[in-house]
């Protein structure tokens, strides 16, 4: 039988190990595009964290009652589903913040992200795991735009949030509020990512390797005293 | 149960029950997404008339057209909504005019869906304030813009001359 990780570890995992942007590679699209502002990053994951929860929670629910052959077809109603929801009532009640998302909103639907997260996981897993599995995703998607976003607020316009940051006299660098600059942040950061990973694994097998040299000097000393 | 029974009625089910979860969702939003859209033009009649206290809608003419009132119900202008095509969809503006129907008092953004960062630049102030006392009739003179969408807000402008038409100077 499969060994199952804890919750905590199934929530922790998305943050990081699995994190959507840097690790998994997916919503692109809306990564590079909404990421003018941090305000906007931050809209934009949780659109995309409400849809992925609530998809994944149905789609767990209703995961043995579907086809194989239409599951792709169910699963996608589903989401596009809760996709309207998010932008009728950002249209509804927060119509400023709609308006600054643009069609981005609509375009959650082919999130890969959430279609990924369904297929992957909630159709294959009990609904607790799989509402934990997207909560991690989606805090994970949240922080990757949230860096993303301010980074190329404050080198962009000088501000974070907002609210003025850098002095007046900074002239902003209009490249990184452009198409431009999302490509060369989501670059640089991914391979900031991918250097510390590397460096975190070959600490770990430094670590082993020194263990196992230790403790097969101790055999062979203990050897050479019997 | 067959297989392709079973298939139709999951396909079925899942339609009728995302359909009606929308249908309650949008019953709620529907008037909500409304006022907002009646408040957001209302507001940028005044913007676009800054001594406009009130305004009439006018009724005659297609499209939407408001006669705009200072304090003392002295007319200051016309308020009107136009439509066309932008960059990447459709832009809706509101286009203030002076009392002579001889000159742009300011434009306003009300509907835009252009490229995030430099598109959409054209609802910041430095961008609109370009129109600001724009010559019509005699020809609105090219205005120098970072993208396409400049080109299509001019032929905007010049286009309402269809509008012009039906109007009287105040």
Same mark, same amino acid.
């Given at each position: 039988m499969k060994k199952q990780v804890s919750y905590s570890r199934e929530y922790l %995992? $998305?943050?990081?190990?699995?994190?959507?942007?840097? %690790?998994?590679?997916? $919503?692109m699209c809306p990564t590079l595009a909404v990421t003018v502002s941090a305000i906007n990053g931050i809209a934009m994951a949780l659109a995309t964290t409400f849809v992925l929860i609530f998809s994944s929670i149905i789609i767990s629910m209703v995961r043995k009652l579907i086809p194989n052959q239409v599951r792709i077809a169910a699963y996608i109603v589903i989401v596009a589903t809760f996709v309207t929801i998010v932008d009728l009532v950002m249209k509804a009640a927060f119509p400023v913040l709609s308006k600054a998302l643009g069609p981005f909103i609509p375009l959650i639907v082919v999130n890969c992200i959430i279609l990924g997260r369904a297929e992957a996981f909630a159709s294959k897993n009990t609904i607790f795991r799989s509402f934990l599995d997207a909560l991690g995703n989606g805090t994970g998607f949240l922080i990757s735009l949230l860096v993303l976003g301010s980074i190329r607020e404050l080198l962009?316009?000088?501000?974070?949030l907002g609210y003025?940051?850098?002095?007046?006299s900074y002239d902003p660098m209009i490249i990184m509020i452009l198409p431009a600059g999302a490509f060369l942040t989501l670059g640089l950061l991914m391979g900031l990512a991918n250097f510390y990973t590397a460096r975190k694994e070959r600490i770990s097998i430094e670590a082993l390797r020194q263990k196992y040299m230790i403790e097969t000097e101790d055999k062979q000393l203990i050897e050479a005293g019997a | 149960m067959n297989k392709a029974v079973h298939i139709l009625l999951t396909l079925m089910v899942t339609g009728i029950i995302a359909g009606g979860v929308l249908a309650l969702v949008n019953i709620w939003a529907e008037p909500r997404i409304a006022a907002n859209q009646k408040r957001e033009t209302e507001e940028a009649i005044y913007l676009v008339q800054k001594n406009g206290k009130s305004y009439e809608e006018i009724?005659?003419?297609?499209?939407e057209l408001f006669k705009v009132f200072d304090g003392q119900k002295n007319p200051v202008g016309y308020s009107f909504v136009y439509e066309g095509n932008g960059f990447q969809g459709k832009i809706r503006l509101m286009i203030g005019i002076e009392p002579g129907l001889d000159k742009v008092t300011s434009i306003e953004i009300l509907e835009q869906t252009e490229t995030p960062g430099l598109g959409t630049k054209v609802t910041e102030h430095p961008y609109k304030d370009q129109y600001n006392g724009l010559t019509i009739g005699t020809g609105i003179e090219w205005v120098k813009g970072k993208k396409p969408v400049s080109r299509m807000k001019y032929r905007r402008l010049q286009e309402q001359r269809y509008h012009q038409n039906q109007l009287r100077p105040l």
């Open positions: %995992k $998305g943050l990081w190990e699995i994190n959507p942007t840097f %690790k998994q590679i997916l $919503g962009g316009s000088g501000t974070v003025a940051v850098l002095p007046e | 009724k005659t003419v297609k499209g």
